[in-house]
């Protein structure tokens, strides 16, 4: 049964408005400032300094401009803070145009894949508006960044520069999606009239070649093998001829991409922790790294980003950049405003509700550069390195108070080797057969 609104409930609001101390002056300060500048807090400006016990050295922080490639940044970024220090390069950058443009071949066509296996279901069936609600987008995860330098490798900035549609990524997204929900009708249609396999896989190379001139006309060509000479900043000149960007990889970077696993933290029922998952049709490289979760208790999730950064290594992470947070200032705290005191109302949710009643999910990677502990090596904050250029926060750089981190921090990409036995053996085990949650899943959100 419904009810409406009735006249004397409307007066009985007005009264209660009236009622509330301080009305009027919190009507003006909300009218001239706005909910947050209103609400916030001095002692969250104060406390939140920049000041670290263990940090590590980064360097300038990069841009993403007007996309939403803060994955690929973040992922760069940390492979390129051991590059600058080994290899003697400030302000070196590898890059982003390159794997955009990969990411967004490969994604087109996992795409028209997933629209191939899911022609039997019919239009308005959950799965299927799931993809054409975004065929393909700027975001990404963790294993998915992988997958690209696994197949392709990595190339420096300078061979592969920003374009427009690098830096303004709007546009091309747009005739994109387009183009592949079109190619989408073309494939279903194939199916439904029982046409052969090898005729389909043909069709389907044919819109991919299409696609692939697109990206090319708007990102670039992305180079086989390229030459690349820079000075270090001893003033010695080096130079490499015709290396492919997997040999870039492999001599500039060097990692092992398998030993860099996901972790992340979701305290939802339906989601065990020390458990293994995936999620259904969460991908970019068809054959490639599929993503894989390895779910812990807030405690130990923190305690291997620790150990990483003790050890001098960042700690790519993706986050709900949105809650909680100041760019201007570059504080992500929960103390940093008080809605709930400035509206006399709770608005407090846990961090299993937010993601249950999807008022919360990652929306942003960036990489933790450091961290302050106290005497019993507790962290009370954390360095955080954006992509947003040197204009927010402190030249780039952000902290985030250690509460705001166990409400809003999702995933962590953690080196096997801060792992312990049991976990390395929960992640082993585990990732051969995953729990599969569904596509719309709050862990399957891109950052």
Request: contains cysteine; hydrophobic residues 35%.
């Amino acid at each position: 049964m419904t009810k409406e609104i009735t006249n004397q409930e409307l007066a009985q609001f007005e009264q209660n408005f009236k009622d509330t101390p301080a009305s009027s002056a919190i009507n003006n300060a909300i009218a001239t400032n706005g909910l947050y500048n209103a609400s916030r807090t001095m002692n969250s400006q104060v406390e939140m300094d920049q000041t670290f016990s263990v940090e590590i050295e980064t360097g300038k922080v990069a841009d993403q401009k007007q996309s939403g490639l803060c994955w690929v940044f973040a992922a760069l970024n940390t492979m390129r803070h051991p590059l600058q220090d080994k290899f003697k390069i400030k302000g070196f950058e590898l890059s982003q145009g390159y794997m955009m443009f990969w990411d967004k071949l490969e994604k087109s066509n996992y795409f028209l894949e997933n629209a191939i296996n899911t022609a039997a279901l019919p239009t308005g069936d959950r799965k299927v508006d799931f993809l054409m609600a975004t065929p393909q987008q700027d975001g990404g995860q963790w294993d998915m960044i992988m997958a690209l330098v696994q197949k392709y490798g990595v190339v420096p900035k300078s061979v592969m520069p920003d374009t427009f549609s690098r830096t303004q990524s709007a546009q091309l997204n747009k005739v994109l999606n387009a183009k592949l929900r079109k190619d989408a009708i073309v494939l279903r249609d194939l199916v439904d009239q029982n046409k052969s396999d090898d005729d389909i896989q043909r069709i389907k190379n044919e819109m991919l070649s299409e696609i692939y001139k697109i990206l090319v006309y708007s990102v670039g060509v992305p180079p086989t093998k390229f030459d690349w000479s820079y000075r270090d900043d001893d003033k010695n000149f080096h130079k490499e001829t015709q290396i492919t960007p997997k040999e870039f990889f492999n001599k500039y970077i060097g990692w092992d991409l398998e030993n860099y696993i996901s972790t992340i933290n979701a305290p939802t029922k339906d989601k065990p922790y020390n458990e293994v998952y995936t999620v259904e049709m969460l991908g970019n490289v068809v054959g490639g790294r599929e993503v894989r979760h390895l779910n812990l208790e807030i405690e130990d999730f923190k305690s291997l980003a620790v150990k990483q950064l003790q050890a001098g290594e960042g700690v790519w992470f993706g986050s709900d950049v949105g809650q909680s947070s100041n760019s201007k200032l570059g504080i992500m705290d929960t103390k940093l405003y008080d809605l709930s005191g400035l509206l006399a109302t709770d608005l407090t949710l846990t961090k299993a509700e937010r993601l249950d009643y999807i008022d919360s999910m990652m929306t942003h990677a960036m990489v933790i550069t450091g961290v302050d502990l106290d005497d019993n090596d507790k962290p009370l904050k954390w360095k955080v390195e954006n992509s947003w250029g040197e204009k927010v926060g402190s030249k780039g750089y952000f902290v985030m108070s250690d509460e705001w981190f166990d409400e809003f921090v999702y995933q962590l990409v953690i080196s096997k080797k801060y792992l312990t036995d049991t976990q390395k053996e929960i992640f082993e085990n585990g990732a051969k057969n995953p729990k599969v949650l569904a596509p719309w899943d709050p862990m399957g959100a891109l950052a």
